[in-house]
């Protein structure tokens, strides 16, 4: 009897052991998604991201709309 309770408990442990490493495992984010970019500098959008504006191209309909609601809300908040 005490050498299966031995054996069980060893198995119980063993079982409790894994399934914490299941659950709360927290990978090397570097190591585990290595083609994820690394963070962004503070100094703005990253060139080519959409909010990168060309003051060349000038602002489609939808963007206007969008700026003068912006600047309604804004100048509500003064």
Do not use: K, N
Not at 2 to 27: C, K, Y
Not at 33 to 46: H, K, R
Request: hydrophobic share 40%; with cysteine; net charge negative.
């Amino acid at each position: 009897m005490r050498r299966i309770s031995r054996w069980l408990l060893r198995q119980l442990t063993a079982g409790l052991g894994s399934l914490a490493m299941f659950w709360f495992h927290m990978p090397d984010p570097e190591l585990a998604y290595p083609e994820l970019p690394s963070p962004a500098s503070l100094d703005g959008p990253p060139a080519g991201h959409p909010e990168r504006m060309c003051r060349e191209i000038p602002l489609t309909r939808t963007e206007l709309m969008l700026m003068a609601e912006i600047d309604a809300i804004g100048d509500s908040g003064r």
